[in-house]
């Protein structure tokens, strides 16, 4: 166990809905990661947090947005949700040295109908 | 632009070694990670390679070559738990982490 917990851990939306995820990142941590792990892919970068600013993005659209908290914990939000946005999203954890290990929470799996 | 490859699927025997390669193309390199994931979990730390050289942690063993933008994972004495995906991560610094497709590894009998 990572100490990582999202919420919730699955949900379905219909298209054009909007969504928030949530993650409590382990304590101490001050990076968090976001990403979309479709069905036999690998996790794909979405963005960085870093002390409360987007520190890294990959790429994804605007509609992908996120918070990071004054006590670490995050959001993702996801508007105008598209059939393709169906995915595991895997939030991460991690201090900010490179090499760091990122702790990650067993996922929101998301389904778009 | 940025590329990672590494084969799809691979398939051992129990008790045997497995050697996973990986090579990347990717801007700002400052290390290579390999994660693990069962089907149906989350993806958990391995190793991390910043210098050219082999680091070992018990049965499993990473290899980076910079110069080659190439790293293996070895696994010895393979076990049935050990199937499973396995990703090769180059970090662009400060954790922004990379992951391919994967690596489904099968231990057999």
């Known amino acids: 166990e990572t100490g990582v917990t999202q919420s919730p851990t699955h949900l379905i939306k219909t298209r054009g809905q909007q969504v928030t995820l949530r993650c409590s990142s382990q304590?101490?941590?001050?990076?968090v990661s976001w990403y979309q792990q479709a069905l036999g892919q690998g996790p794909q970068f979405i963005f960085q947090?870093?002390?409360?600013?987007?520190?890294g993005r990959g790429n994804f659209p605007p509609r992908f947005s996120g918070l990071q908290f004054p006590n670490y914990s995050s959001e993702l939000n996801v508007n105008a949700l598209e059939l393709d946005d169906s995915a595991l999203y895997l939030c991460?954890?991690?201090?900010?040295?490179?090499?760091?290990?990122?702790?990650f929470g067993e996922g929101s799996r998301l389904t778009v109908l | 632009g940025q590329s990672l490859e590494q084969p799809s699927e691979v398939t051992a025997v129990e008790g045997a070694i497995v050697q996973i390669n990986c090579t990347y193309q990717t801007s700002g390199f400052y290390g290579l990670s390999w994660y693990q994931q069962h089907d149906g979990g989350a993806p958990t730390f391995l190793s991390y390679n910043a210098l050219d050289g082999l680091e070992e942690t018990g049965r499993f063993s990473s290899f980076l070559s910079r110069s080659d933008s190439y790293g293996y994972l070895l696994l010895q004495e393979l076990q049935m738990k050990d199937s499973a995906s396995y990703f090769c991560a180059p970090s662009g610094g400060y954790q922004k982490v990379t992951f391919g497709i994967g690596t489904k590894l099968q231990v057999i009998p």
């Open positions: 947090y870093y002390r409360e600013e987007e520190n």
């Open positions: 991460a954890s991690s201090l900010a040295v490179e090499g760091g290990e990122l702790f």
């Open positions: 304590s101490g941590h001050n990076t």
